[in-house]
């Protein structure tokens, strides 16, 4: 008997920038996303706002999901997914964000999404935002770091909650909230840029700006809670946190408290704040030792606490290691650097692959909130060759994924309570942290290419009969 329980929800993800493409068309207004060439990672070297016509960005036209989605549906729907996490481009229902109401095509290109969806008796799982407020909000007030970006996202968030009421039943607010607390979520995650500049070319991070951003978006989080429930008293709203298990390297107490601080920060602090709706008391000295000053209005500490979510989802790609050692940090490739694990192999683009931590993970994190979990975003990121025969033979993301499962099924019997499991990238899309096609994650191969070429034909990678014979079997047959 399957260890998962008979109605887990078993899927995939993507993230509205990323994949839909259609970028300038029925009204969409220009996300921050559409004005970057690189993805998050690489943003301080390559934001530029050039939107010329003819000039390519991957991301632009992406695999043009827009026009694709019955298709694309279709194979989820052929693998059995239960469940389809997919998020909604802001700038589709308010095209700079501070319209009064919202733009009809934008939504109906949703209603159309959903119907398509639950045809397939497929649950639609929506992600708020996911990496691509409108820019015309970073123009107008450095994204997050005003917060008259509070009203805008919960106008934008009611909207969604009144329009999809009893279609959609799982919604996260924002997807890797805690990419804030990363000097390169800056741009991305909270749409701010450096006070007084123009210059995308030349970023300087700005703690500051970051932490006030985040405190921006724990407040319109938890308004949106709020209001999705008295909307629809159905539906279940979640947080979304990007998981960078922190190992100390060594039993030195000094690479112990290095671990634990970095967790912290990182991985627990925007949880603390969803989950229990309270600013963690670690917290409070960070902001001292880094000069940080939390400007909040009377009501906002309410309003965090009358707003946690109902569930938590996070994803999970590597663990990392921290040192005390300075030379031995940033020895690991990993997204956060961090210092290198000899026990565990990396992907191409240098990510410390870990199963077995994601069953420790889990464990930590029911431990810590004892609510229902989710893990939304894993997979591989590689480099996929087409055989002569045309075939993808990706035994490589067939054998990460089994281990990941595996080692999720060895959680569920230590008694975490786990909802479903979305893997990234069901199809090929834009890399968030490249900008690039060439990292790819799909069950499905995209004909598209960073040369701009690619008839954008879709066709089965091995793993999709993998997946297929996972979900059929709830999990047993890996
Ligand atoms: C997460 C993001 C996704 C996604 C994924 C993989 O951080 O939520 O948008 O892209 O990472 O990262 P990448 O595309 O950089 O390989």
Redesign the pocket.
Known sequence: MSVFSDNFLWGGAV?AN?CEGAWDVDGKGISASDVCTG?S?TRSKRITRTLEPGTFYPSHEAIDFYHHYKEDIALFAEMGFKVFRFSIAWTRIFPTGMEETPNEEGLAFYDRVIDECRSHSIEPLITIS??EMPFALTEKYNGWSSRECIDLFVRYAKTLFKRYKGKVKYWLTF??INAGTMPMGGFLSLGILNEGTTDFTNQVDNPQLRFQGLHHQFVASALAVKAGHEIDPDCKIGCMI?HITTYPMTCNPDDILEAQKRNQILNQFCGDVQVRGEYPKFMDRYFKENSLVIKMEPGDLEIIKEGCVDYYTF?Y?MSNCASADPDLEKTSGNLMGGAKNPYLESSD?GWQIDPKGLRYTLNELYGRYEIPLMVV?NGL?AYDKKEEDGSIQDDYRISYLKKHIEQMGEAVADGVDLMGYTP??CIDLV????GEMA?RYGFIYVEKYDDGTGDLSRKKKKSFDWYKNVIETNGEVL
């Open positions: 993230a990323q993805g990672h996911h990496y997807n890797e990007c994803s790609y683009w975003e990121g990234w990238g890399s968030a942290s490249t990292k």
